[in-house]
């Protein structure tokens, strides 16, 4: 039984250039959640979405920053023109029903702008 | 608006000395409380939470916590850490029917041989 799967776990991209991070939720889950962690900071938490569905995006930076999560295949966040101010761990989250009682972490994403 | 405030950034402890690890938090409601641990390089793993019933949290690792609601807090403990505790832990904190997680800035812990 896979955990919550995010891919890449290192990305480098360069000032300008696009990201897309990944997360594939447990089996079972359709509840998703993207944090993110800057250095020397907790998570802050982005986006919360159901299949199809944004939930809650009160966390999202108004501008380049964007999540989906498909009826079929893994949500992704993605962030267009990168700046180094985007750096940071990107983690996700899933949970079966939405409550935080089944909260799974996956083990991040860290992105690295050059 | 709710808030986790971990007062310490860093606490070294010798090895098998216990150790506290300290959160407090503010809310104008009810909340739920948990501590996460984040090994270098790696995702969130759920050491403990407080949903209801008993204030007294027994969680993995040997690690407990008290939830104390006049004094707002929920700190961490251990009887007796290893080398193998090394790592960053996280408190958090959701309000009822909130899927959020608002999480304190972390404790790094370094445990010395």
């Known amino acids: 039984n896979a955990g919550v799967m995010q891919n890449p776990r290192h990305l480098v991209r360069r000032r300008g250039q696009e990201a897309r991070l990944r997360c594939s939720p447990m089996k079972g889950h359709s509840h998703v959640y993207w944090y993110r962690q800057l250095p020397e900071e907790g998570l802050k938490f982005m986006v919360y979405?159901?299949?199809?569905?944004?939930?809650?995006e009160s966390g999202m930076p108004k501008e380049r920053f964007s999540a989906e999560f498909p009826k079929e295949g893994p949500s992704i966040l993605r962030i267009q023109q990168v700046v180094r101010g985007d750096s940071a761990a990107y983690f996700c989250a899933s949970s079966p029903d939405g409550s935080i009682y089944g909260y799974t972490f996956g083990s991040g994403t860290r992105l690295t702008v050059v | 608006a709710q808030s986790v405030t971990q007062l310490d950034s860093q606490v070294p402890v010798f090895e098998e000395a216990p150790v506290e690890l300290r959160c407090n938090y503010s809310?104008?409601?009810?909340?739920?409380l948990f501590w996460y641990v984040q090994y270098p390089n790696q995702g969130l793993q759920l050491l403990l939470k407080?949903?209801?019933?008993?204030?007294l949290v027994k969680g993995i690792n040997g690690f407990e916590a008290e939830f104390n609601k006049s004094q707002t807090s929920f700190h961490l403990r251990k009887p007796s850490v290893h080398i193998s505790d090394t790592a960053e832990y996280f408190c958090a904190v959701s309000n009822f029917g909130n899927e959020k997680l608002t999480f304190g800035t972390g404790t790094r812990l370094t445990i010395i041989p």
């Open positions: 979405l159901q299949k199809e569905n944004i939930i809650d």
């Open positions: 809310s104008s409601v009810s909340v739920y």
């Open positions: 407080y949903l209801s019933g008993s204030t």
